[in-house]
Protein backbone atom coordinates (compact mmCIF):
# COMPACT_ATOMS: atom_id res chain seq x y z
CA UNK A 1 0.00 0.00 0.00
CA UNK A 2 1.14 3.21 -1.03
CA UNK A 3 0.45 6.12 2.06
CA UNK A 4 0.86 9.91 1.07
CA UNK A 5 0.83 12.16 5.01
CA UNK A 6 -0.96 15.49 4.74
CA UNK A 7 0.72 17.42 6.70
CA UNK A 8 4.95 17.64 8.14
CA UNK A 9 4.38 19.17 11.65
CA UNK A 10 4.74 17.24 14.97
CA UNK A 11 1.38 15.33 14.47
CA UNK A 12 2.05 14.29 11.04
CA UNK A 13 5.94 12.77 12.66
CA UNK A 14 3.99 10.74 15.49
CA UNK A 15 1.81 9.51 12.55
CA UNK A 16 4.37 8.85 10.57
CA UNK A 17 6.34 6.29 13.44
CA UNK A 18 3.12 4.63 13.05
CA UNK A 19 2.53 3.97 9.60
CA UNK A 20 6.31 2.71 9.43
CA UNK A 21 5.55 -0.04 12.12
CA UNK A 22 4.01 -1.42 9.29
CA UNK A 23 6.28 -3.24 6.81
CA UNK A 24 3.67 -3.52 3.73
CA UNK A 25 3.02 0.16 3.49
CA UNK A 26 5.27 2.59 1.90
CA UNK A 27 4.81 6.33 2.45
CA UNK A 28 5.57 7.87 -1.16
CA UNK A 29 4.70 11.61 -0.51
CA UNK A 30 4.19 14.51 1.93
CA UNK A 31 1.86 17.06 0.61
CA UNK A 32 1.76 20.59 2.69
CA UNK A 33 0.85 24.13 1.44
CA UNK A 34 4.32 25.29 2.87
CA UNK A 35 5.95 24.18 -0.27
CA UNK A 36 4.86 25.84 -3.41
CA UNK A 37 5.86 23.50 -5.80
CA UNK A 38 6.77 19.90 -5.61
CA UNK A 39 10.34 18.21 -5.80
CA UNK A 40 11.12 14.41 -5.05
CA UNK A 41 13.87 13.67 -2.16
CA UNK A 42 15.06 9.93 -1.37
CA UNK A 43 12.31 9.06 -3.93
CA UNK A 44 9.41 10.35 -1.69
CA UNK A 45 7.19 13.64 -3.63
CA UNK A 46 6.90 16.68 -1.87
CA UNK A 47 4.40 19.51 -2.57
CA UNK A 48 1.37 21.48 -1.95
CA UNK A 49 -1.42 19.57 -1.10
CA UNK A 50 -3.18 20.98 -4.33
CA UNK A 51 -0.87 17.67 -6.08
CA UNK A 52 -2.74 14.93 -4.23
CA UNK A 53 -4.32 14.41 -7.67
CA UNK A 54 -1.42 13.64 -9.10
CA UNK A 55 -0.27 10.99 -6.67
CA UNK A 56 -3.92 9.10 -7.04
CA UNK A 57 -2.93 9.22 -10.90
CA UNK A 58 0.91 8.21 -10.42
CA UNK A 59 0.47 5.45 -8.14
CA UNK A 60 -1.56 2.03 -7.92
CA UNK A 61 -3.32 1.22 -4.24
CA UNK A 62 -3.11 4.41 -2.55
CA UNK A 63 -4.37 6.17 0.86
CA UNK A 64 -3.89 9.56 2.13
CA UNK A 65 -4.14 10.55 5.79
CA UNK A 66 -4.84 13.99 7.03
CA UNK A 67 -2.25 14.29 9.54
CA UNK A 68 -3.19 17.60 11.07
CA UNK A 69 -3.73 18.11 14.99
CA UNK A 70 -5.83 21.58 14.61
CA UNK A 71 -9.48 20.35 14.60
CA UNK A 72 -10.70 22.95 12.05
CA UNK A 73 -7.82 23.08 10.30
CA UNK A 74 -7.99 19.37 9.50
CA UNK A 75 -12.23 19.19 8.48
CA UNK A 76 -11.20 22.78 6.34
CA UNK A 77 -8.47 20.45 4.44
CA UNK A 78 -10.46 17.41 4.15
CA UNK A 79 -13.73 19.00 2.54
CA UNK A 80 -11.31 20.75 0.24
CA UNK A 81 -10.03 17.14 -0.86
CA UNK A 82 -13.25 15.50 -1.20
CA UNK A 83 -11.58 12.25 -1.68
CA UNK A 84 -13.44 9.17 -1.52
CA UNK A 85 -13.98 7.08 1.77
CA UNK A 86 -11.36 4.23 0.31
CA UNK A 87 -8.70 6.44 -0.21
CA UNK A 88 -8.34 7.27 3.58
CA UNK A 89 -5.99 4.79 5.58
CA UNK A 90 -6.70 4.53 9.44
CA UNK A 91 -3.24 3.98 10.99
CA UNK A 92 -3.31 2.32 14.78
CA UNK A 93 -0.34 1.90 16.64
CA UNK A 94 0.26 -2.08 17.35
CA UNK A 95 0.70 -1.31 21.07
CA UNK A 96 -3.27 0.36 21.47
CA UNK A 97 -6.11 -2.17 22.45
CA UNK A 98 -9.92 -1.74 21.09
CA UNK A 99 -12.58 -3.81 21.44
CA UNK A 100 -13.84 -5.98 18.94
CA UNK A 101 -17.55 -4.30 19.10
CA UNK A 102 -15.92 -1.16 19.22
CA UNK A 103 -16.03 1.05 15.62
CA UNK A 104 -13.45 3.13 13.91
CA UNK A 105 -14.20 5.87 11.28
CA UNK A 106 -11.87 6.52 8.58
CA UNK A 107 -8.88 8.50 8.64
CA UNK A 108 -8.76 8.76 12.25
CA UNK A 109 -5.79 7.85 14.36
CA UNK A 110 -5.05 5.81 17.23
CA UNK A 111 -1.95 6.33 19.08
CA UNK A 112 0.39 4.08 21.14
CA UNK A 113 -0.89 2.59 24.57
CA UNK A 114 -4.81 3.51 24.12
CA UNK A 115 -7.38 1.55 25.27
CA UNK A 116 -10.98 1.86 23.42
CA UNK A 117 -13.43 -0.56 24.95
CA UNK A 118 -16.54 -2.33 24.47
CA UNK A 119 -19.01 -0.46 21.67
CA UNK A 120 -17.58 2.46 21.40
CA UNK A 121 -18.31 4.61 18.13
CA UNK A 122 -15.11 7.00 17.44
CA UNK A 123 -15.92 9.02 14.48
CA UNK A 124 -13.92 10.19 11.19
CA UNK A 125 -10.46 11.79 11.27
CA UNK A 126 -10.65 11.52 15.23
CA UNK A 127 -7.42 11.94 17.06
CA UNK A 128 -7.19 9.06 19.63
CA UNK A 129 -3.93 10.41 21.39
CA UNK A 130 -0.92 8.45 23.34
CA UNK A 131 -1.96 6.11 26.25
CA UNK A 132 -6.05 7.53 26.46
CA UNK A 133 -8.53 5.61 28.05
CA UNK A 134 -12.07 5.75 26.00
CA UNK A 135 -14.49 3.65 28.03
CA UNK A 136 -17.47 1.49 26.85
CA UNK A 137 -20.08 2.85 25.41
CA UNK A 138 -18.46 6.87 24.51
CA UNK A 139 -19.02 8.00 21.19
CA UNK A 140 -16.80 10.43 19.55
CA UNK A 141 -18.02 12.84 16.56
CA UNK A 142 -15.72 13.44 14.05
CA UNK A 143 -12.58 15.94 13.79
CA UNK A 144 -12.36 15.65 17.82
CA UNK A 145 -8.85 15.25 19.32
CA UNK A 146 -8.37 13.22 22.49
CA UNK A 147 -5.02 14.36 23.98
CA UNK A 148 -2.19 12.32 25.66
CA UNK A 149 -3.21 10.61 28.95
CA UNK A 150 -7.15 11.65 28.98
CA UNK A 151 -9.67 9.49 30.26
CA UNK A 152 -13.23 9.43 29.18
CA UNK A 153 -15.48 7.30 31.21
CA UNK A 154 -18.68 5.27 30.26
CA UNK A 155 -21.42 6.43 27.95
CA UNK A 156 -19.84 9.87 27.14
CA UNK A 157 -20.64 12.12 23.78
CA UNK A 158 -17.78 14.20 22.18
CA UNK A 159 -19.15 16.65 19.99
CA UNK A 160 -17.94 17.01 16.65
CA UNK A 161 -14.29 18.97 16.49
CA UNK A 162 -14.24 18.79 20.36
CA UNK A 163 -10.60 19.56 21.63
CA UNK A 164 -9.93 17.29 25.04
CA UNK A 165 -6.44 18.05 27.08
CA UNK A 166 -3.83 16.52 28.13
CA UNK A 167 -4.49 14.55 31.35
CA UNK A 168 -8.17 15.97 31.48
CA UNK A 169 -10.88 13.03 33.22
CA UNK A 170 -14.79 12.86 32.15
CA UNK A 171 -16.75 11.25 34.54
CA UNK A 172 -19.61 8.58 32.83
CA UNK A 173 -22.68 10.10 31.06
CA UNK A 174 -21.25 13.72 30.53
CA UNK A 175 -21.74 15.30 27.14
CA UNK A 176 -19.14 17.63 25.45
CA UNK A 177 -21.01 19.99 22.75
CA UNK A 178 -19.59 20.84 19.19
CA UNK A 179 -16.22 22.41 18.99
CA UNK A 180 -15.56 22.94 22.79
CA UNK A 181 -12.35 22.56 24.24
CA UNK A 182 -11.38 20.98 28.08
CA UNK A 183 -8.23 22.14 29.21
CA UNK A 184 -5.00 20.22 30.19
CA UNK A 185 -5.74 17.93 33.57
CA UNK A 186 -9.39 19.14 33.88
CA UNK A 187 -11.91 16.90 35.29
CA UNK A 188 -15.53 17.64 33.72
CA UNK A 189 -18.19 16.21 36.24
CA UNK A 190 -21.07 17.81 34.32
CA UNK A 191 -22.16 18.42 30.88
CA UNK A 192 -20.54 21.04 28.64
CA UNK A 193 -22.18 23.51 26.02
CA UNK A 194 -20.95 23.92 22.54
CA UNK A 195 -18.45 26.25 21.60
CA UNK A 196 -17.23 26.73 25.00
CA UNK A 197 -13.72 26.26 26.91
CA UNK A 198 -13.73 24.36 30.35
CA UNK A 199 -11.06 24.09 32.77
CA UNK A 200 -9.91 23.27 36.40
CA UNK A 201 -11.13 20.53 38.87
CA UNK A 202 -14.31 20.30 38.26
CA UNK A 203 -14.47 21.76 35.15
CA UNK A 204 -16.01 25.45 34.95
CA UNK A 205 -17.99 26.28 31.58
CA UNK A 206 -16.82 29.78 29.69
CA UNK A 207 -17.36 30.80 26.52
CA UNK A 208 -14.64 30.41 24.20
CA UNK A 209 -14.61 34.63 23.56
CA UNK A 210 -14.10 34.88 27.41
CA UNK A 211 -11.23 33.22 27.79
Do not use: C
Not at 141 to 149: L, Q
Amino acid sequence: MNIVIIGTGGHSKVVKDIILLNRNIQIVGYLDDKFEDYFIEDKIFYGPISAYQFLIDKFDDIKFIVAIGHNQTRKRIVNKLNLEEHLYMTPIHPSAIISPSASLGIGTVVMANTVINADAVIGDHVIVNTASIIEHDNKIYDFAHVSPNATLAGNVQIGQGVHIGAGANLIPNVRIGDWSTIGAGATVINSIPSNTTAIGIPAKAKKKEEV
